[in-house]
């Protein structure tokens, strides 16, 4: 006999539940870390001005309101019941769009664990992707009520502490299952094709992401995965939304940023230690990214905070 179908009432119901599961916990604005160390619950009142920030490997959900995900020329808005799945360490612009005090902004960000991606994958009889399906580090879709339902029960564990170390580890196997048989499969099986394009780039992006402050060329990137230099720039562009040089500027500026806001470093040593040898150079491409030079740029952050 089939499973009655889920109604786009019941939908909702399941959504109401989510948004009940983490208003219990989140209830003034702010990015909360949970016991589940996988896991934060994220409350806004108002709109926000947009944030430089990088994005791991993981699932972000919009439980109520609306955000926006910048990833270079390309906008992800993301409403209730909708995610966004980053397979990559990606340098984005992110800010809520729709929030109110009546009705907040409400999210949450699961981290994914790439191993168990890889083993459940291999255990599963998934239909392999599609040859024209184009594989990128960041995509959009709706999330079934069922697997709703299952992070709604992952939430609602933190009130019971003492069961988080037995019952959260299979609830974060159960979401990893149904994002591979959803609608995000065929992104999370693209990643872990071995030998695949989009496995290449991404190795080739953590590599970046340990190492950005050494001297870097595309052209030595490119033969480490064995690609001809046009084709690794162009299947990066695909994966990341950027050019290889792109994606290592945009780490060393925010590597820097951090520096200097948290650290009180001057700007000349900050552009130092994330690789950069002239320092009007990283003057210029600082304030052509965030939109001012870096003293004024750090004034104005500890300002606002």
């Known amino acids: 006999m089939e499973a009655p179908q889920l109604t786009q009432q019941s939908e909702s119901a399941v959504l ?15 990015d909360f870390i949970t016991a589940i160390p996988e896991l934060s619950l994220h409350r806004r009142s ?23 995900v910048a990833l270079g020329e390309e906008f992800f808005d993301y409403a209730a019941g909708q995610s966004l799945l980053t397979t990559a360490d990606l340098p984005v612009v992110a800010h809520v769009t729709q929030a109110s005090a ?34 990128r580090a960041m995509s959009l879709g709706d999330l079934d009520p069922t697997l709703l339902g299952t992070v709604t029960r992952l939430v609602e564990l933190l009130a019971e502490p003492k069961l988080i170390p037995q019952i959260a580890p299979l609830l974060q196997q159960e979401i990893a299952v149904r994002l591979l048989a959803g ?42 995965v064995h690609m001809s230099p046009s084709t690794f720039r162009q299947h990066f562009r695909a994966v990341a939304g950027m050019s290889p040089m792109q994606y290592l500027k945009q780490l060393r500026l925010q590597e820097a940023r951090q520096l200097m806001l948290n650290q009180g470093i001057d700007a000349g040593t900050a552009g130092v230690r994330v690789g950069y040898e002239s320092a009007s150079q990283f003057s210029r491409e600082y304030a052509r990214l965030f939109g001012a030079p870096p003293l004024r740029d750090i004034k104005r952050m500890r300002e606002t905070t």
């Not at 109401?16 to 702010?30: E, I, M, P, R, T």
């Not at 780039?201 to 060329?217: D, E, G, R």
Request: glycine fraction near 10%.
């Open 46 to 68: 108002a709109t926000t001005e947009p944030v430089h920030c990088i994005y791991g490997f993981g699932v972000g959900i919009t439980v109520s309101g609306q955000k926006r």
């Open 183 to 224: 609608r995000h499969g065929q992104q999370l099986q693209r990643l872990v094709a071995v030998g695949s394009p989009g496995q290449q780039v991404a190795q080739s992006m953590a590599w970046l992401k340990m190492n950005f402050t050494q001297p870097v060329l595309a052209d030595e990137l490119a033969a480490s």
């Open 102 to 135: 009546a009705r907040p902004f409400l999210g949450i960000m699961l981290k994914l664990d790439s191993r168990a991606i890889v083993q459940a994958a291999a255990e599963m009889a998934l239909p392999q992707p599609t040859k024209d399906y184009s594989y």
């Open 16 to 30: 109401s539940g989510l948004a009940k599961a983490v208003g219990s916990v989140v209830k003034n604005d702010g």
